[in-house]
C-alpha cells in the first residue's frame, strides 16, 4: 500500500518500505492524488539522500541566508560573538537583505566597503562586516564565485602604543581618585601581566597562587592563551594581595574583581562599595576608565584641580597590554618567552613582536654595531676613519 487513511481521518497517510525500514508519515492533505505525489517525492528524497545526490537549494534572500546562518552558529559561538555578528549583520542588512545570494556580486560588496568607509567605520570594521558576509555566502555556497575579486581593505598595524612611565604614573595617580574601589588593582595587573580586560575581568580567586606568586587565565581570545600560567611580579602581587584584604570570605570561585556599586566619591581606599556580587564578574569600567585618562592628563599638565576642558590621556585600555609586551621585548626578553606570557600561537608570534616591538635608532644602532664586534678570524679591510662633513646633506630631517 502506498496511500491509506485511517478510519474516522480525511488526511492521507503514506506508507512504504524503504531499506527494510517502514515510513509511516502524514501527508497532510485529502486529496488522495496529491498525496501520492507527496509519497513519490519522498520516496526520491530518501534515495537521492542515499545516492549522496545533493539537493539543489532554492535561492534565498540574504536576510533569510543570514538568518538560518546565525540560529546555527548561535550552538557555538560565545554570547560576545553572537553580538559582534548581530552588530555586522545590522549594518549587512540594509545593503544586502533583499538581494538574493546568487546575485551578490563583487561590485556590491566594493560598493558597500566604500560606502562604510566613507560613513566613518574603520578599514578593520569594515573587514569584519565582510567577514560574516562571506561565511554567510559560503554556507550558501556562493563565495567561491566573487572570492577572487573581493579584497580586504588594508588595516593599519601601528594602531597601538606603549604609554610612557610618566604617563604610568599619572594614570594610576588617576585611578586612585576613583570612586570605584577596582580601577587601580585592575588597571595594575592590565599592565604587569600584559592580559586582555576579558580575562582580567572574568579572573577567579581559584586561579590565584599566592604561595607560588602566579596566576592562570581563565578562556582567552586564543586558544594558546586560554588556561596559560603566568608569574606574578612584585607590583602585581602587591596589588592582588591589597584587593584580597577586601574580601576575607572569598571563595575560589568568586571572581577576582565582582561586580559592585559605589556611593561616594574619593580615592581608592575610601570608597564606599555595596551590593557586591562575588559570583559575578564586574562589568564595564568605561566610566571609570575615561573619567581617569581625562583626570591622568591633568595631571600631567600640572593642573590636576583645574576644571578647563582639556583631552583626555590618549590611552586605550589594550594599550596596557601593548605597553607591557613592549617593555618585554625592548628589555631584551626572548620573544618564546613574551609570546608565552601574553598567549601568542607560533603562528602569530613573529607579526605580533614586530607589531609591539619600539625600538629608538640609538637601539638599532646597538644592534648593528654588535655584528661587527664580534672576534673575527680573518683579516679585516682596514677603513679610513670618516667626518662628520663626509655625510654632510645626507642625514635625515
Known amino acids: 500500500m502506498a496511500v491509506f487513511r485511517y478510519k474516522g481521518s480525511k488526511v492521507w497517510t503514506m506508507d512504504f518500505v524503504f531499506h527494510a525500514q517502514r515510513i509511516r508519515e502524514s501527508t497532510g492533505t485529502s486529496s488522495k492524488t496529491l498525496a501520492q505525489k507527496i509519497e513519490a517525492k519522498r520516496r526520491r528524497d530518501l534515495e537521492e539522500g542515499t545516492a549522496g545526490i545533493r539537493k539543489h537549494q532554492q535561492p534565498r534572500l540574504f536576510s533569510v541566508a543570514s538568518e538560518a546562518w546565525l540560529d546555527l552558529k548561535k550552538a557555538t559561538l560565545a554570547p ?13 542588512l540594509p545593503e544586502f537583505g533583499r538581494k ?6 563583487p561590485r556590491d560588496v566594493a560598493k558597500y566597503q566604500t560606502k562604510r568607509v566613507d560613513s566613518g567605520a574603520s578599514p578593520k ?4 562586516e565582510i567577514g560574516t558576509l562571506r561565511a554567510i555566502l559560503k554556507r550558501s555556497g556562493q563565495w567561491a564565485r566573487l572570492q577572487p575579486d573581493v579584497k580586504m581593505l588594508p588595516t ?26 577596582s580601577l587601580v588593582p585592575f588597571v595594575t595587573l592590565a599592565i604587569e601581566t600584559g592580559a586582555r580586560f ?20 581563565g578562556k582567552d581570545k586564543t586558544v594558546s592563551g586560554t588556561g596559560r600560567i603566568v608569574p606574578l611580579n612584585q607590583r602585581a602581587m602587591a596589588a592582588l594581595g591589597f584587593w584580597a584584604t577586601h574580601f576575607p570570605a572569598r571563595e575560589p570561585e568568586h571572581y577576582v574583581f565582582p561586580t559592585e556599586r559605589y556611593g561616594a566619591a574619593g580615592d581608592v581606599f575610601c570608597a564606599k562599595a555595596y551590593d557586591s556580587d562575588p559570583t559575578k564578574p564586574i562589568g564595564s569600567i568605561k566610566e571609570a576608565w575615561e573619567a581617569a585618562k581625562l583626570r591622568a592628563a591633568r595631571i600631567l599638565k600640572g593642573e590636576p584641580d583645574s576644571k578647563a576642558k582639556i583631552a583626555p590621556l590618549p590611552c586605550r585600555f589594550h594599550d ?19 609570546a608565552k606570557i601574553a598567549g601568542w600561537s607560533t603562528a602569530t608570534m613573529v607579526r605580533m613582536a614586530a607589531r609591539y616591538g619600539h625600538f629608538t635608532l640609538n637601539e638599532l644602532r646597538d644592534a648593528v654595531d654588535s655584528i661587527s664586534s664580534a672576534p673575527i678570524q680573518t683579516e679585516s679591510p682596514v677603513f679610513p676613519p670618516v667626518s662628520d662633513e663626509t655625510f654632510a646633506g645626507n642625514r635625515p630631517n
Open 80 to 92: 560576545r560573538s553572537v553580538m559582534i555578528e548581530n552588530a555586522n549583520l545590522k549594518h549587512l
Open 198 to 217: 576579558g580575562v582580567i575581568r572574568t579572573l577567579q580567586w581559584g586561579s590565584v597562587d599566592f604561595e607560588n606568586r602566579c596566576l592562570r587565565w
Open 125 to 128: 570594521t569594515v573587514n569584519l
Open 156 to 181: 593599519r598595524e601601528d594602531v597601538g602604543r606603549a604609554i610612557t612611565p610618566e604617563e604610568e604614573a599619572a594614570l594610576l595617580q588617576a585611578c586612585g581618585k576613583s570612586r570605584s574601589r
Open 100 to 105: 538574493l545570494v546568487c546575485d551578490i556580486e
Open 320 to 338: 596596557l597590554r601593548h605597553t607591557a609586551v613592549s617593555r618585554m621585548l625592548n628589555a631584551g626578553i626572548p620573544i618564546a618567552k613574551v
